[in-house]
């Protein structure tokens, strides 16, 4: 009993680690005012684009740089498309989603049925011999420690450094951050490129790590739900975490389900993540005011300079 809930934990954590990355992303490019929902076409990229790299060269450092700047430049299409052009930002950011798909899908047909060597979970001598408390804190592989780590960089960046507060501003106000000075369009840019080079990050963590070969469309709506963790965890870095682990459990709880054959017809069990998102997102919803109190002002608003 003891094995199997310290492997549910341990599989939580790893199904939990690309919601974390994107969910990440998303959170600092809202907090800037930019709403991007191409979040699943960025992950998408990052993850065909890192597993090429690594099937080429065999180096997974070489398959993640890969995929962070393929996660970036994808996020510099919706960039130029609503910072520059002015375009609407959702309907921009629904047709990165479908570009992002469909360029995978494209980029990922010779590669499809390929598998490539795992990156492993570390071992740290005495640490992780530890009983269960060993396995749980330092058995993981090293991305879930990244993940945690940036989540943790990114609330001390939010709260605590000037740039982190001139970004804050930008998305409450960002007339009032033009107007004493603060380049609210280069601000932006900045935080959407942070933003998909995490959803790159993301994905290539599926691709690399989750299950280690390509297959289209693997993020099955990953990208969805760290949209709802932004919302979930009312714009706060230090609230990800704990979403990305509940959505993470669930997910781990209809695959032990359906491994422990409880007659419950699988298409129903793998509908459970996304029930569960739709839920959570309703009940959020029921607390408008709360929404209106955390979200930025300036989400999803052109800015158009006033002279």
């Not at 469909?102 to 011999?129: F, N």
């Not at 605590?160 to 001139?166: E, L, Q």
Request: hydrophobic share 55%.
């Amino acid at each position: 009993m003891t094995e199997l809930l310290i492997a549910s934990i341990m599989t939580m954590m790893t199904a939990a680690t690309p919601l974390v990355f994107a969910a990440t992303g998303e959170l600092v490019a809202e907090r800037s005012g930019v709403l991007n929902l191409g979040v699943e076409g960025m992950m998408l990229t990052g993850a065909v684009f890192g597993f090429a790299a690594v099937t080429l060269t065999g180096e997974p450092l070489i398959g993640l740089a890969a995929a962070i700047v393929m996660g970036a430049l994808a996020s510099m299409i919706f960039g130029v498309l609503t910072l520059s052009l002015l375009s609407n930002q959702v309907a921009t950011g629904l047709a990165l989603t479908i570009f992002g798909t469909g360029l995978s899908a494209l980029v990922g047909l010779d590669y499809v049925g390929k598998t490539i060597e795992q990156i492993r979970a570390i071992h740290l001598p005495i640490l992780t011999d530890l009983p269960i408390v060993g396995r749980l804190l330092f058995g993981h592989d090293p991305l879930v420690y990244v993940s945690i780590a940036l989540l943790g960089a990114t609330h001390w960046f939010l709260k605590h450094t000037r740039w982190g507060m001139i970004l804050r501003a930008v998305g409450d106000s960002d007339q009032s951050a033009h107007a004493i000075g603060y380049p609210v369009i280069a601000i932006r840019y900045a935080a959407v490129a942070f933003g998909g080079a995490m959803a790159g990050l993301g994905g290539a963590y599926l691709s690399l790590v989750y299950t280690p070969l390509w297959a289209e469309n693997m993020t099955a709506g990953r990208g969805w739900i760290a949209l709802a963790l932004v919302v979930f965890a009312s714009w706060r870095p230090s609230r990800v975490l704990l979403g990305a682990v509940l959505f993470g459990g669930i997910t781990i709880l209809q695959l032990n389900a359906q491994a422990a054959g409880l007659g419950i017809p699988a298409s129903f069990m793998s509908m459970l993540p996304y029930i569960a998102t739709i839920v959570v997102l309703v009940l959020i919803s029921r607390d408008s005011t709360r929404i209106r109190l955390n979200a930025p002002t300036c989400l999803g608003k052109p800015f158009r300079a006033e002279r």
